[in-house]
């Protein structure tokens, strides 16, 4: 069964500070990793996305990692800000349809304090 | 600019109601998409679109009806609404033909929160 396992379900940390989260996949066959960050009452927005031969990738201050081999890829989030404060989701997207079917997790809820 | 847009971003309505969730994007993608997303859980896909007069079911069983009569939109549909269907919906959009790494980026909408009491 396709499956995205994310953890912590939900973290606190104080501004200035790093934090990483994680993502564990059985998605196969695999096509790519997807990190997106959800504010409270919005759509997702894209953060990174990753292929089977990616291994890292940044966008500001967040870095995506993966490993495929052991199907598990982390984000971490540098020098932390208030609006930083979100929901961050792993997608997993598979090869085995023309749709490119998404897998979801189920969140990260991140809070940062001042 | 180029977005994706949902309206009414809040509904509060009786059991029983019709309602419709509008879907627009400018974009011109041909792939749209409907999910279903109760609060701390997953997104469900409940309904895609390859384009025009395409219309499939997703992975999660659902009572709504979309169609797709023109490119830019993709209006989802309830005859009749129960508590059960209170949920946020998010409409969503991407382009047919993969980029160059060989993915489609999916494009989300703000979502509508639906509550039927």
């Known amino acids: 069964k396709n499956q995205v396992e994310q953890s912590p379900q939900s973290l606190i940390i104080l501004e200035g500070k790093n934090c990483t989260l994680q993502c564990n996949y059985t998605v196969s066959p695999f096509s790519n990793l997807r990190w997106y960050k959800q504010d409270t009452g919005r759509g997702p927005v894209s953060l990174t996305i990753m292929t089977f031969s990616e291994n890292t990738k940044s966008n500001g201050r967040y870095t995506a990692t993966l490993d495929a081999d052991t199907k598990q890829s982390s984000l971490h989030i540098t020098a932390s800000q208030l609006s930083d404060s979100a929901s961050y989701i792993c997608v997993v997207s598979d090869r085995g349809s023309t749709l490119g079917r998404l897998y979801f997790g189920r969140g990260t809820q991140l809070t940062v304090w001042p | 600019e180029a977005d994706i847009y949902q309206t009414p971003r809040y509904l509060v309505i009786g059991t029983g109601k019709k309602i419709t969730l509008e879907c627009s994007q400018t974009m011109g993608h041909d792939k749209m998409y409907w999910y279903q997303q109760d609060p701390g859980m997953e997104l469900h896909l409940i309904h895609y679109s390859y384009g025009v007069n395409s219309t499939e079911k997703g992975d999660l069983s659902s009572e709504s009806t979309v169609s797709r009569i023109r490119t830019e939109h993709f209006p989802l549909t309830l005859e009749s609404a129960r508590p059960s269907h209170t949920s946020q919906y998010l409409c969503?959009?991407?382009?047919?033909?993969?980029?160059?790494?060989?993915?489609?980026?999916?494009?989300f909408g703000p979502g509508t929160r639906l509550t039927v009491l």
């Open positions: 969503a959009s991407s382009e047919s033909l993969p980029l160059a790494g060989g993915y489609n980026e999916q494009f």
